[in-house]
Protein backbone atom coordinates (compact mmCIF):
# COMPACT_ATOMS: atom_id res chain seq x y z
CA UNK A 1 0.00 0.00 0.00
CA UNK A 2 1.54 3.52 -1.09
CA UNK A 3 0.62 6.90 -0.05
CA UNK A 4 -0.14 9.52 -2.95
CA UNK A 5 2.02 12.43 -2.54
CA UNK A 6 0.97 16.29 -1.44
CA UNK A 7 0.89 18.90 -2.89
CA UNK A 8 1.09 21.50 -0.05
CA UNK A 9 4.80 20.55 2.01
CA UNK A 10 4.62 17.80 4.95
CA UNK A 11 2.05 16.76 7.25
CA UNK A 12 2.52 15.81 11.02
CA UNK A 13 0.25 13.50 13.07
CA UNK A 14 1.03 13.65 16.62
CA UNK A 15 -0.84 10.40 18.37
CA UNK A 16 -1.41 11.07 22.18
CA UNK A 17 -1.26 14.95 23.56
CA UNK A 18 0.46 14.79 26.56
CA UNK A 19 3.67 16.32 27.15
CA UNK A 20 5.89 14.91 24.64
CA UNK A 21 3.02 15.26 22.23
CA UNK A 22 2.37 19.23 23.06
CA UNK A 23 6.22 19.34 22.80
CA UNK A 24 6.85 17.72 19.24
CA UNK A 25 3.83 19.39 17.81
CA UNK A 26 5.13 22.78 18.95
CA UNK A 27 8.59 21.76 17.34
CA UNK A 28 6.81 20.74 14.26
CA UNK A 29 5.09 23.60 13.90
CA UNK A 30 7.92 25.95 13.98
CA UNK A 31 9.83 23.63 11.54
CA UNK A 32 7.34 24.41 8.63
CA UNK A 33 5.11 20.90 8.76
CA UNK A 34 1.00 21.12 8.83
CA UNK A 35 0.37 19.52 12.27
CA UNK A 36 -1.97 17.47 12.77
CA UNK A 37 -3.33 16.05 16.84
CA UNK A 38 -4.60 13.40 17.38
CA UNK A 39 -5.83 11.37 21.04
CA UNK A 40 -8.37 8.50 22.11
CA UNK A 41 -9.83 11.18 24.39
CA UNK A 42 -12.12 13.84 22.18
CA UNK A 43 -11.36 17.12 24.64
CA UNK A 44 -8.00 17.38 27.13
CA UNK A 45 -8.77 20.30 29.29
CA UNK A 46 -6.16 23.04 28.92
CA UNK A 47 -4.66 21.69 25.61
CA UNK A 48 -5.97 24.89 23.86
CA UNK A 49 -3.74 26.91 25.72
CA UNK A 50 -0.88 24.55 25.86
CA UNK A 51 -0.82 25.13 22.15
CA UNK A 52 -1.30 28.91 21.69
CA UNK A 53 0.83 30.30 19.40
CA UNK A 54 0.94 27.71 16.80
CA UNK A 55 -1.56 26.59 13.72
CA UNK A 56 -2.95 22.67 13.75
CA UNK A 57 -5.45 20.74 12.96
CA UNK A 58 -7.33 19.20 15.65
CA UNK A 59 -8.45 15.47 15.21
CA UNK A 60 -8.93 14.08 19.07
CA UNK A 61 -10.89 11.73 19.60
CA UNK A 62 -10.87 10.10 15.96
CA UNK A 63 -9.31 6.63 15.88
CA UNK A 64 -5.50 7.26 14.27
CA UNK A 65 -5.98 4.50 11.05
CA UNK A 66 -8.12 7.33 9.87
CA UNK A 67 -5.29 10.06 9.33
CA UNK A 68 -2.79 7.94 7.99
CA UNK A 69 -3.42 9.73 4.27
CA UNK A 70 -2.81 12.92 5.27
CA UNK A 71 0.52 12.44 7.36
CA UNK A 72 4.32 12.00 6.04
CA UNK A 73 5.32 11.67 9.66
CA UNK A 74 3.48 10.44 12.93
CA UNK A 75 5.23 10.95 15.95
CA UNK A 76 3.42 8.23 18.57
CA UNK A 77 3.42 8.89 22.54
CA UNK A 78 5.64 6.43 24.64
CA UNK A 79 2.49 4.68 25.90
CA UNK A 80 1.63 3.50 22.27
CA UNK A 81 3.78 0.15 21.31
CA UNK A 82 5.22 0.10 18.13
CA UNK A 83 3.31 -3.37 17.23
CA UNK A 84 -0.37 -1.34 17.19
CA UNK A 85 -2.04 -2.42 14.23
CA UNK A 86 -2.01 1.40 13.30
CA UNK A 87 1.41 1.85 13.46
CA UNK A 88 2.37 -0.92 11.24
CA UNK A 89 -0.30 0.13 8.52
CA UNK A 90 1.28 3.47 8.74
CA UNK A 91 4.42 2.29 8.10
CA UNK A 92 3.69 -0.27 5.03
CA UNK A 93 2.23 2.73 3.65
CA UNK A 94 5.25 5.03 3.42
CA UNK A 95 4.13 6.79 6.87
CA UNK A 96 7.73 7.69 9.17
CA UNK A 97 6.58 6.74 12.56
CA UNK A 98 9.22 7.52 15.92
CA UNK A 99 8.62 8.57 18.90
CA UNK A 100 9.81 12.02 20.72
CA UNK A 101 13.05 11.34 21.87
CA UNK A 102 13.71 10.36 18.02
CA UNK A 103 12.22 13.81 17.05
CA UNK A 104 14.25 15.78 19.66
CA UNK A 105 17.52 13.94 18.96
CA UNK A 106 16.94 14.79 14.95
CA UNK A 107 16.82 18.48 15.63
CA UNK A 108 19.43 19.18 18.53
CA UNK A 109 22.52 20.21 17.38
CA UNK A 110 24.84 17.71 16.39
CA UNK A 111 27.55 18.53 18.91
CA UNK A 112 25.32 18.12 21.56
CA UNK A 113 26.65 16.16 23.73
CA UNK A 114 24.07 13.37 25.03
CA UNK A 115 24.59 11.52 28.37
CA UNK A 116 21.70 9.24 29.16
CA UNK A 117 20.44 7.28 32.18
CA UNK A 118 18.38 3.99 31.64
CA UNK A 119 17.17 1.07 33.98
CA UNK A 120 14.21 -0.12 35.95
CA UNK A 121 15.06 1.92 38.96
CA UNK A 122 16.83 4.92 39.92
CA UNK A 123 16.37 6.61 36.36
CA UNK A 124 15.21 10.06 37.65
CA UNK A 125 17.14 10.58 40.76
CA UNK A 126 20.51 9.68 38.68
CA UNK A 127 19.38 11.87 35.80
CA UNK A 128 18.92 15.01 38.33
CA UNK A 129 22.51 14.32 40.17
CA UNK A 130 24.19 13.90 36.57
CA UNK A 131 22.46 16.99 35.75
CA UNK A 132 24.09 18.95 38.64
CA UNK A 133 27.02 17.55 38.17
CA UNK A 134 27.26 19.20 34.42
CA UNK A 135 25.55 22.24 35.26
CA UNK A 136 27.81 22.77 37.76
CA UNK A 137 30.91 21.65 35.01
CA UNK A 138 29.53 24.27 32.44
CA UNK A 139 29.47 26.80 35.25
CA UNK A 140 32.48 26.45 35.81
CA UNK A 141 33.77 26.58 31.99
CA UNK A 142 31.73 29.30 31.38
CA UNK A 143 30.56 28.03 28.21
CA UNK A 144 27.78 25.84 27.18
CA UNK A 145 24.74 24.76 28.80
CA UNK A 146 23.47 21.59 30.52
CA UNK A 147 19.72 20.64 29.39
CA UNK A 148 18.22 17.51 32.05
CA UNK A 149 15.43 16.03 29.97
CA UNK A 150 13.66 12.83 28.56
CA UNK A 151 11.49 11.19 31.31
CA UNK A 152 12.09 13.01 33.76
CA UNK A 153 9.27 15.08 33.01
CA UNK A 154 10.64 17.85 30.31
CA UNK A 155 10.84 16.64 26.65
CA UNK A 156 13.56 16.75 24.76
CA UNK A 157 11.70 18.68 21.82
CA UNK A 158 10.75 21.50 23.93
CA UNK A 159 14.63 22.52 24.08
CA UNK A 160 16.17 20.91 21.27
CA UNK A 161 16.04 23.93 18.84
CA UNK A 162 17.93 26.00 21.69
CA UNK A 163 20.75 23.06 21.56
CA UNK A 164 24.37 24.58 20.71
CA UNK A 165 27.54 23.08 20.05
CA UNK A 166 29.24 22.27 23.27
CA UNK A 167 26.24 21.95 25.62
CA UNK A 168 25.08 18.77 27.23
CA UNK A 169 21.61 17.20 27.33
CA UNK A 170 21.14 14.71 30.40
CA UNK A 171 18.56 12.63 29.85
CA UNK A 172 16.66 9.74 31.42
CA UNK A 173 15.69 7.54 29.03
CA UNK A 174 12.57 4.93 29.71
CA UNK A 175 12.30 1.18 27.77
CA UNK A 176 8.80 2.65 26.48
CA UNK A 177 10.55 5.47 24.67
CA UNK A 178 13.10 3.43 22.93
CA UNK A 179 11.17 1.55 21.37
CA UNK A 180 10.69 4.03 18.19
CA UNK A 181 14.55 5.20 17.82
CA UNK A 182 15.94 5.36 14.64
CA UNK A 183 19.68 7.41 14.80
CA UNK A 184 19.28 8.55 18.68
CA UNK A 185 22.45 7.95 19.83
CA UNK A 186 24.17 8.62 23.30
CA UNK A 187 27.17 9.29 23.63
CA UNK A 188 27.57 8.19 27.38
CA UNK A 189 25.00 5.73 28.59
CA UNK A 190 24.46 4.58 32.01
CA UNK A 191 22.53 1.47 32.95
CA UNK A 192 21.31 1.08 36.56
CA UNK A 193 19.44 -2.21 36.86
CA UNK A 194 16.75 -4.37 35.17
CA UNK A 195 13.80 -5.70 36.53
CA UNK A 196 10.15 -7.00 35.89
CA UNK A 197 8.36 -3.58 34.97
CA UNK A 198 5.99 -3.36 32.38
CA UNK A 199 5.78 -6.94 31.34
CA UNK A 200 1.69 -6.33 30.73
CA UNK A 201 2.94 -3.87 27.95
CA UNK A 202 6.10 -5.53 26.38
CA UNK A 203 4.14 -9.52 26.23
CA UNK A 204 7.34 -10.79 27.91
CA UNK A 205 10.73 -10.10 30.29
CA UNK A 206 12.41 -10.92 27.09
CA UNK A 207 10.91 -8.33 24.90
CA UNK A 208 11.11 -5.64 28.03
CA UNK A 209 15.27 -6.38 28.27
CA UNK A 210 15.31 -6.18 24.30
CA UNK A 211 13.73 -2.63 24.63
CA UNK A 212 16.46 -1.33 27.36
CA UNK A 213 19.22 -2.71 25.00
CA UNK A 214 18.48 -0.18 22.27
CA UNK A 215 19.96 2.85 24.36
CA UNK A 216 23.00 1.14 23.38
CA UNK A 217 22.30 -0.05 19.57
CA UNK A 218 23.39 3.04 17.91
CA UNK A 219 26.34 3.72 20.07
CA UNK A 220 30.29 3.72 18.11
CA UNK A 221 33.72 2.84 19.69
CA UNK A 222 33.99 6.97 20.66
CA UNK A 223 31.05 6.58 22.81
CA UNK A 224 30.85 5.12 26.61
CA UNK A 225 28.72 2.27 28.51
CA UNK A 226 28.29 2.64 32.14
CA UNK A 227 26.46 -0.68 33.41
CA UNK A 228 26.07 -2.03 36.77
CA UNK A 229 28.84 -4.43 37.23
CA UNK A 230 26.45 -6.12 39.77
CA UNK A 231 23.45 -6.95 37.62
CA UNK A 232 23.93 -9.93 35.35
CA UNK A 233 21.33 -8.41 32.66
CA UNK A 234 23.12 -4.87 32.50
CA UNK A 235 26.62 -6.51 32.91
CA UNK A 236 26.33 -8.65 29.81
CA UNK A 237 25.19 -5.66 27.59
CA UNK A 238 26.86 -6.26 24.38
CA UNK A 239 27.77 -2.75 22.47
CA UNK A 240 30.06 -1.04 20.35
CA UNK A 241 30.76 1.71 23.36
CA UNK A 242 33.56 1.75 25.53
CA UNK A 243 32.54 -0.13 28.58
CA UNK A 244 33.35 0.91 32.24
CA UNK A 245 31.30 -0.33 35.40
CA UNK A 246 30.51 0.64 38.39
CA UNK A 247 30.04 -1.41 41.49
CA UNK A 248 29.06 -0.73 45.46
CA UNK A 249 30.20 -4.27 46.34
CA UNK A 250 33.78 -4.94 44.73
CA UNK A 251 36.17 -3.19 42.77
CA UNK A 252 35.94 -2.94 38.96
CA UNK A 253 39.01 -2.70 36.57
CA UNK A 254 37.35 0.51 34.71
CA UNK A 255 35.09 2.43 36.17
CA UNK A 256 33.64 3.29 39.93
CA UNK A 257 33.52 1.81 42.97
CA UNK A 258 33.76 1.59 46.40
CA UNK A 259 36.91 0.49 48.80
CA UNK A 260 37.48 1.14 52.26
CA UNK A 261 34.36 3.11 52.28
CA UNK A 262 36.08 6.06 49.86
CA UNK A 263 34.05 6.61 46.39
CA UNK A 264 36.89 5.45 43.60
CA UNK A 265 37.10 6.44 39.77
CA UNK A 266 39.64 4.16 37.34
CA UNK A 267 39.96 4.68 33.86
CA UNK A 268 42.98 4.59 31.82
CA UNK A 269 45.39 3.56 34.44
CA UNK A 270 44.41 6.50 36.50
CA UNK A 271 42.10 6.42 39.68
CA UNK A 272 40.90 9.09 41.16
CA UNK A 273 39.69 9.39 45.00
CA UNK A 274 36.57 11.41 45.44
CA UNK A 275 34.60 11.35 49.14
CA UNK A 276 33.86 8.84 51.27
CA UNK A 277 30.48 7.16 50.36
CA UNK A 278 28.00 7.96 53.75
CA UNK A 279 29.12 11.92 52.32
CA UNK A 280 26.60 11.18 49.94
CA UNK A 281 23.73 12.98 50.64
CA UNK A 282 20.93 10.89 48.93
CA UNK A 283 19.49 8.29 51.83
CA UNK A 284 20.07 4.29 50.68
CA UNK A 285 22.35 1.94 48.94
CA UNK A 286 20.43 1.88 45.92
CA UNK A 287 21.43 5.68 45.99
CA UNK A 288 24.71 4.72 46.50
CA UNK A 289 24.83 2.44 42.94
CA UNK A 290 23.13 5.99 41.56
CA UNK A 291 25.78 8.15 42.81
CA UNK A 292 28.26 5.79 40.94
CA UNK A 293 26.81 5.69 37.94
CA UNK A 294 26.85 9.58 37.90
CA UNK A 295 30.46 9.70 38.75
CA UNK A 296 31.26 7.27 35.75
CA UNK A 297 28.85 9.25 33.45
CA UNK A 298 31.11 12.11 34.45
CA UNK A 299 34.73 11.46 35.22
CA UNK A 300 34.26 9.86 31.38
CA UNK A 301 33.44 13.18 30.31
CA UNK A 302 35.70 15.11 31.31
CA UNK A 303 34.18 16.82 34.43
CA UNK A 304 36.75 17.29 37.10
CA UNK A 305 36.41 14.85 40.16
CA UNK A 306 36.19 17.99 42.75
CA UNK A 307 32.66 19.33 41.18
CA UNK A 308 31.37 16.11 41.45
CA UNK A 309 32.21 15.49 44.81
CA UNK A 310 31.11 18.75 46.02
CA UNK A 311 27.47 17.88 43.77
CA UNK A 312 27.48 14.47 45.84
CA UNK A 313 27.56 16.14 49.45
CA UNK A 314 24.71 18.46 48.52
CA UNK A 315 22.25 17.02 46.27
CA UNK A 316 19.28 16.39 48.23
CA UNK A 317 17.51 13.74 45.89
CA UNK A 318 14.83 14.32 43.97
CA UNK A 319 10.76 14.82 44.54
CA UNK A 320 8.62 11.72 44.96
CA UNK A 321 11.16 9.73 46.24
CA UNK A 322 12.21 8.48 49.65
CA UNK A 323 11.39 12.35 50.02
CA UNK A 324 11.25 13.17 54.36
CA UNK A 325 7.68 15.53 54.08
CA UNK A 326 7.27 15.65 57.68
CA UNK A 327 7.02 14.77 61.24
CA UNK A 328 4.01 14.49 63.18
CA UNK A 329 4.04 13.46 66.74
CA UNK A 330 7.00 11.89 66.43
CA UNK A 331 6.01 10.00 63.35
CA UNK A 332 8.39 10.77 60.22
CA UNK A 333 6.91 10.76 57.06
CA UNK A 334 7.91 10.29 53.43
CA UNK A 335 6.65 10.46 49.99
CA UNK A 336 8.10 8.16 48.11
CA UNK A 337 5.16 7.52 45.15
CA UNK A 338 7.91 7.32 42.44
CA UNK A 339 7.98 3.56 43.75
CA UNK A 340 5.94 2.41 40.90
CA UNK A 341 6.94 -1.08 40.83
CA UNK A 342 8.24 -3.52 43.47
CA UNK A 343 11.53 -3.58 42.76
CA UNK A 344 11.43 0.36 43.61
CA UNK A 345 9.73 0.04 46.66
CA UNK A 346 12.23 -2.62 47.78
CA UNK A 347 15.10 -0.47 48.10
CA UNK A 348 12.96 2.20 49.46
CA UNK A 349 12.12 -0.32 52.27
CA UNK A 350 15.68 -0.86 52.56
CA UNK A 351 16.71 2.25 53.12
CA UNK A 352 14.56 2.79 56.24
CA UNK A 353 16.10 2.97 59.55
CA UNK A 354 13.18 3.09 61.93
CA UNK A 355 10.06 0.84 62.26
CA UNK A 356 8.12 1.36 59.46
CA UNK A 357 4.52 1.40 58.36
CA UNK A 358 4.31 0.70 54.63
CA UNK A 359 1.45 1.85 52.00
CA UNK A 360 1.30 -0.49 48.97
CA UNK A 361 -1.17 -0.31 46.15
CA UNK A 362 -2.98 3.43 45.96
CA UNK A 363 -3.87 2.84 42.18
CA UNK A 364 -6.24 0.82 40.11
CA UNK A 365 -3.99 0.03 37.09
CA UNK A 366 -2.41 -3.85 37.08
CA UNK A 367 1.01 -4.36 36.02
CA UNK A 368 0.78 -8.36 36.42
CA UNK A 369 3.57 -7.57 39.14
CA UNK A 370 4.57 -10.04 41.71
CA UNK A 371 4.86 -8.60 45.45
CA UNK A 372 6.20 -11.58 46.93
CA UNK A 373 9.72 -9.97 46.73
CA UNK A 374 9.19 -7.08 48.87
CA UNK A 375 7.74 -9.17 51.69
CA UNK A 376 10.89 -11.45 51.42
CA UNK A 377 12.86 -7.88 51.94
CA UNK A 378 11.12 -6.28 55.21
CA UNK A 379 14.02 -8.25 57.77
CA UNK A 380 11.90 -6.87 60.31
CA UNK A 381 12.12 -3.11 59.12
CA UNK A 382 8.47 -3.11 58.08
CA UNK A 383 5.80 -3.28 61.51
CA UNK A 384 2.63 -2.90 59.72
CA UNK A 385 1.32 -2.52 56.33
CA UNK A 386 -2.08 -0.89 54.94
CA UNK A 387 -3.20 -1.38 50.93
CA UNK A 388 -5.74 -0.23 49.25
CA UNK A 389 -6.50 -0.07 45.26
CA UNK A 390 -7.01 -2.89 42.41
CA UNK A 391 -4.17 -4.73 43.38
CA UNK A 392 -5.14 -4.84 46.71
CA UNK A 393 -6.04 -8.88 46.21
CA UNK A 394 -2.55 -9.51 45.30
CA UNK A 395 -0.89 -7.91 47.27
CA UNK A 396 -2.59 -9.74 50.24
CA UNK A 397 -2.46 -12.77 48.76
CA UNK A 398 1.66 -12.45 48.35
CA UNK A 399 1.86 -11.10 52.19
CA UNK A 400 -0.04 -14.81 53.09
CA UNK A 401 2.51 -16.39 50.65
CA UNK A 402 5.52 -14.59 52.58
CA UNK A 403 3.52 -15.48 56.01
CA UNK A 404 3.48 -11.90 56.77
CA UNK A 405 0.59 -11.32 58.75
CA UNK A 406 0.44 -6.89 59.73
CA UNK A 407 -1.64 -6.31 56.96
CA UNK A 408 -4.69 -4.48 56.83
CA UNK A 409 -7.20 -3.90 53.04
CA UNK A 410 -8.51 -0.31 54.09
CA UNK A 411 -11.43 1.45 51.66
CA UNK A 412 -10.31 3.24 47.97
CA UNK A 413 -9.99 6.48 49.75
CA UNK A 414 -6.69 7.86 50.19
CA UNK A 415 -7.15 9.69 52.92
CA UNK A 416 -7.91 7.04 54.92
CA UNK A 417 -5.65 5.44 53.84
CA UNK A 418 -2.95 7.34 55.62
CA UNK A 419 -4.61 7.89 58.85
CA UNK A 420 -5.15 4.08 58.90
CA UNK A 421 -0.64 4.16 58.50
CA UNK A 422 -0.49 6.64 60.95
CA UNK A 423 -2.46 5.05 63.41
CA UNK A 424 -0.46 1.69 63.45
CA UNK A 425 3.09 4.26 63.44
CA UNK A 426 4.12 5.29 67.47
CA UNK A 427 6.95 8.10 67.90
CA UNK A 428 10.07 7.16 66.79
CA UNK A 429 8.63 5.09 63.71
CA UNK A 430 8.18 6.08 60.12
CA UNK A 431 5.54 6.04 57.49
CA UNK A 432 6.64 5.19 54.10
CA UNK A 433 4.33 5.75 51.01
CA UNK A 434 5.92 3.20 48.74
CA UNK A 435 3.13 1.78 46.22
CA UNK A 436 4.95 -1.10 44.43
CA UNK A 437 2.34 -0.32 42.21
CA UNK A 438 1.46 2.53 39.03
CA UNK A 439 -0.82 5.72 40.01
CA UNK A 440 -3.37 4.96 37.16
CA UNK A 441 -6.83 4.99 37.50
CA UNK A 442 -6.96 6.53 40.93
CA UNK A 443 -4.64 9.48 40.08
CA UNK A 444 -3.57 11.51 36.88
CA UNK A 445 0.29 10.33 37.54
CA UNK A 446 2.46 9.53 40.51
CA UNK A 447 3.24 13.25 41.06
CA UNK A 448 -0.17 13.91 42.07
CA UNK A 449 -0.78 10.61 43.77
CA UNK A 450 2.70 12.13 46.06
CA UNK A 451 1.42 15.80 46.24
CA UNK A 452 -1.82 14.91 47.57
CA UNK A 453 0.06 12.75 50.52
CA UNK A 454 2.09 15.61 50.94
CA UNK A 455 -0.65 17.93 51.34
CA UNK A 456 -2.37 15.41 53.60
CA UNK A 457 0.51 14.89 55.75
CA UNK A 458 0.85 18.39 56.52
CA UNK A 459 -2.42 19.09 56.75
CA UNK A 460 -2.28 16.99 59.82
CA UNK A 461 -3.37 18.57 63.12
Given amino acids: MCKPPKPNGKTALIVGMAK ?9 YKKGYNVIINDLKSEIPGLEEELSGIKYTNRLGVAPEALLEEADLMVISPVIPIFKPFVKTA ?32 KTTTTA ?70 VNRFGSMENYIAAKMRMFENQTEAD ?45 GVETELIPANEVRILGAHNLENALCAVALSMCRGVPADIISEVLRTFPGVEHRIEFTREFKGVTFYNDSKGTNPESTIKAVEAMTKPT ?42 AEEEGYGNI ?12 TAFSYAESGDAVLLSPACASWGMFDNYEQRGDIFKQIVNEMQ
Fill in 408 to 419: HACPDDFHELIY
Fill in 20 to 28: SGVSSAKLL
Fill in 91 to 122: IRMGVEVIGEIELGYRYCNRKTDFVCIGGTNG
Fill in 129 to 198: LTGEIFKAHHARLGEGRAFVLGNIGIPITEHALETRPGDTVVAEIASLQLESIVNFRCNAAGLLNISEDH
Fill in 357 to 398: VLILGAGNYDKQSDYRPVFRAFNGRIKAVVVNGSNTDAIMKA
Fill in 224 to 268: FAILNADDPIVSAVETKARKLFFSRLHEVDEGAFVRNGRIFFRMD
